[in-house]
């Protein structure tokens, strides 16, 4: 369906060079390797290409040639990763949700994430997961047709270790995604059907 007035949800428009593979990219300007968003803090204005920084907020585009287990689909995933200095990091842009959607999903790997749109915060859960990334589920019923900042802001773990996410393939969905407490009455029947039957095969 279409994507209301937001641009590049799946990173796919960088214009980065491309670097062969296992390369350092180096540091290049937002505006070719992430068109359509803001990166924050402000100062930032670049990000890293196929490199990896620890002990500091930064964003990095990964891809093309890069190690295939941080691209979750296509040929460019993001990083946002956070300091021990509990600084984070984060994309944005602003858009127009489409009228018809119920449902924003994305792929990630997640370990302290915040979701705003509009500067509210959006609850996500996990709906899902392919090969080396989870797929989740934001219910923007409450915000379809509105217009505002959507933003992706990796936080820092607790006591201020160092943190990231990786996030990719960004779009919304006119179809409702399941509540949380459906997925987890699922799981929970699933688990106690396979309890029974270990128990009956003991």
Same mark, same amino acid.
Not at 10 to 15: R, Y
Not at 41 to 50: I, L, M, R, T
């Given at each position: 369906? @279409?994507? $209301?007035?937001?641009?590049?949800?799946?990173?796919?428009?960088?214009?980065?060079?491309?670097?062969?593979?296992?390369?350092?990219?180096?540091?290049?300007?937002?505006?070719? @390797?992430?068109?359509?968003?803001?990166? #924050?803090?402000?100062?930032?204005?670049?990000?890293?290409?196929?490199?990896?920084?620890?002990?500091?907020?930064?964003?990095? +585009?990964?891809?093309?040639?890069?190690?295939?287990?941080?691209?979750?689909?296509?040929?460019?995933?993001?990083? +946002?990763?956070? =300091?021990?200095?509990?600084? !984070?990091?984060?994309?944005?842009?602003? !858009?127009?949700?489409? @009228?018809? @959607?119920?449902?924003?999903?994305?792929?990630?790997?997640?370990?302290?994430?915040?979701?705003?749109?509009?500067?509210?915060? /959006?609850?996500?859960?996990?709906?899902?997961?392919?090969?080396?990334?989870?797929?989740? *589920?934001?219910?923007?019923? =409450?915000?379809?047709?509105?217009?505002?900042? #959507?933003?992706?802001?990796? #936080?820092?773990?607790?006591? $201020?270790?160092? *943190?990231?996410?990786? #996030?990719?393939?960004?779009?919304?969905?006119?179809?409702?995604?399941?509540?949380?407490?459906?997925? $987890?009455?699922?799981? +929970?029947?699933? +688990? /106690?059907?396979?309890?029974?039957?270990?128990?009956?095969?003991?």
């Amino acid at each position: 369906m @279409a994507q $209301g007035t937001f641009v590049n949800l799946d990173f796919e428009g960088a214009l980065v060079p491309d670097t062969p593979p296992g390369s350092n990219g180096g540091v290049v300007s937002a505006n070719i @390797a992430l068109p359509g968003w803001v990166v #924050l803090p402000g100062q930032f204005g670049e990000v890293y290409h196929n490199t990896i920084t620890i002990g500091s907020p930064s964003i990095t +585009l990964f891809g093309p040639n890069w190690d295939s287990t941080d691209i979750f689909q296509g040929r460019y995933t993001v990083r +946002l990763a956070t =300091a021990f200095a509990n600084t !984070g990091s984060a994309i944005a842009q602003t !858009g127009q949700i489409p @009228a018809n @959607a119920q449902a924003m999903l994305f792929y990630a790997q997640v370990f302290n994430m915040d979701v705003t749109f509009a500067g509210n915060s /959006l609850p996500f859960f996990r709906v899902g997961s392919g090969p080396n990334y989870d797929i989740f *589920g934001v219910d923007v019923n =409450a915000v379809h047709g509105m217009t505002g900042e #959507l933003r992706f802001t990796a #936080l820092p773990l607790a006591g $201020g270790g160092f *943190g990231g996410v990786r #996030l990719d393939n960004i779009f919304f969905s006119d179809q409702p995604i399941p509540e949380p407490s459906v997925v $987890g009455f699922f799981a +929970l029947g699933a +688990l /106690l059907l396979g309890w029974r039957f270990f128990k009956r095969k003991s």
